[in-house]
């Protein structure tokens, strides 16, 4: 077996060969809701303006206050 090579319930495989999702919709069932959705499609940019609520407290996207802290530190 190769450095590559990698395996999954005893089966061998390349992990350098990823395959690729297709664009078009395809028909399938997640937690009982059926969609018709691509499986690839591409991540959103968060809205900065949403407020979000977990467990009674409210949170914002601070995407530009983390990117400070890290290349402050």
């Known amino acids: 077996m190769t450095k590559t090579q990698l395996v999954y319930r005893g089966v061998a495989y390349d992990g350098t060969q990823h395959a690729e999702l297709p664009a078009q919709p395809v028909e399938h069932v997640y937690r009982g809701v059926h ?3 691509a499986l690839r499609h591409e ?30 530190g």
């Open 35 to 37: 969609y018709r959705e």
């Open 43 to 72: 991540p959103t940019q968060p809205d900065e303006a949403l407020e979000l609520h977990y467990r009674g407290h409210a949170y914002h996207h601070r995407r530009a206050e983390a990117a400070r802290q890290v290349n402050a």
